[in-house]
């Protein structure tokens, strides 16, 4: 496996991957790698005779008072794992191969507009920005038949759908079921900020989503009812403070007032203590 | 000549270009091809083995007061002209095939944020949004090796070069010196729009930057001093309305107070009538 911390030698090698006329899969990730990385990491392998991955910590996609310093490093681990999952080449290059010396005084941005007006896009002004225009420079480098992105972030995933439909990216943008604890709580590489009772309590956001599957599948079209019912089972836990628990069309995320046979997510924000989790389900 | 007018298309022809290993030169125009474009084409001919062209009045660049639905349209002349000019493959999409059924409602936008602050951007709000969105997409279309632009447009010129550099595409920008009319005038589609009175009047747009030219070479270093030199020859001329006449840095297009060795650059935009014309010289 080889490792590349260049962007120009990246590009280099993925051009010459690409022109020998095999397709190549890409997973992008921040490190701190579990399970539902490799899962995206598994399915490339499947479907691409050759796979890279890019480990980054994407500074342009945190808020200035997010966790971009605490944010979980795991260098060596993460590289081990990706060997071991089949991976070709590894890109990791630091914040200023990416973003020059002008660090954050980045000049150009990627942006999906009508997705900064909800969910993620209101809650992390600047987030989804930085997370468009990080994926086009990725995509840029590594020119991928295939790139694997995970349905925990259901929002940044219709992000990156859109901006590789609007600007006329060559690549197939595919999205790998949400990986869960037993108890169900999805992985994410932030669960590492919970405390033993705070880890018990986060499972109460995939029972909650369950409890407005399981309405749902009982006749309820209503959705401010379903809400009600998702918010019984999240206050029942006091370590949560929900941030938004959204019933949204699956296609373009706009809250949905009622039921009507369209496909349908559930969404949800909540914090515990300082910690902030998202998930989705399907309805 | 190959004629095409859908992406996927295009795409595939560019890719099994780029992947037999040679250079791709590309033009990108608006139509209405004069002199000036075909500087462009005849350069990216010399330098690249293979070189395309696009023909695309791109409405995402228009505000909605500008002349999109006027803008001259010569097709048949044009393509005539490319096939003369060498041109290996023309690509002219429509705007449906460009941006989808939702046609304006696009989703996705380049944006190179510190140049919408300045002159063409507080000018034409929105222009060089468009303009950056649809290069990008026109970059992932034809993926050349090189892309040729007029120094004519020389703010577009400026952010095409800094989206090129900020996400990474794999492609040289050369920037080629505007063509002129025997009396200054810079060519420009929009010159068809003047009557025979502004298009005399026209070419004290290219005497007031001589004059500040001229001024500077004989130890004029006071940027005001220069402004009121060149706004006495543009006055002078009834039918022109200059809108902004600067001196600015020629790396980064702020405004200087005074040359101090720096490459400085002089920026004019001016209305003869409802026609709106620019240019610019180095100082």
Redesign the interface.
Same mark, same amino acid.
């Given at each position: 496996m080889q490792i590349l911390t260049e %962007?120009r030698a990246m &590009?280099q090698l993925c &051009?010459s991957l690409?022109?020998q *006329?095999a397709d190549l899969g890409f997973v992008p990730t921040m490190g701190a790698l579990h399970a539902g990385h490799l899962a995206l990491c598994h399915r490339a392998r499947e479907e691409n005779p050759q796979f890279v991955a890019s480990i980054f910590v994407n500074p342009t996609q945190f808020g200035a008072s997010e966790d971009l310093s605490r944010y979980p490093r795991s260098l060596e681990t993460d590289l081990e794992l990706l060997r071991e999952a089949g991976c070709d080449a590894v890109f990791t290059p630091d914040a200023r191969a990416m973003y *020059?010396d002008t660090d954050l005084l980045? *000049? @150009?941005?990627?942006?999906?507009? %009508?997705?900064n007006e909800m969910w993620e896009g209101v809650t992390r002004p600047g987030h989804l920005r930085g997370v $468009? @225009?990080v994926v086009?420079?990725l995509f840029? !480098?590594i020119s991928p038949s295939r790139a694997y992105f995970g349905e925990k972030d259901f929002q940044q995933l219709h992000v990156v759908q $859109? !901006?590789t439909?609007? !600007?006329?990216?060559?690549i197939e943008i595919v999205g790998v079921e949400t990986v869960r604890e037993p108890d169900g709580l999805a992985l994410s590489s932030r669960n590492a900020y919970l405390n033993e009772q705070q880890r018990r309590a986060a499972s109460a956001i995939y029972r909650a989503m369950r409890a407005g599957v399981e309405a749902a599948r009982g006749g309820e079209t209503d959705v401010a009812a379903l809400g009600r019912t998702m918010n019984a089972v999240l206050e029942a836990e006091p370590l949560i403070q929900p941030q938004y628990v959204a019933v949204v069309d699956a296609e373009n995320l706009t809250a949905l007032q009622q039921l009507d046979g369209r496909a349908a997510r559930i969404l949800i924000s909540a914090h515990l203590g300082k910690t902030r989790l998202i998930d989705n389900m399907a309805l």
């Open positions: %962007p &590009q &051009q690409r022109c *006329g *020059g980045h *000049g @150009t941005w990627v942006d999906v507009a %009508p997705f $468009a @225009t086009a420079k840029n !480098l $859109a !901006l439909r609007d !600007l006329n990216f060559p």
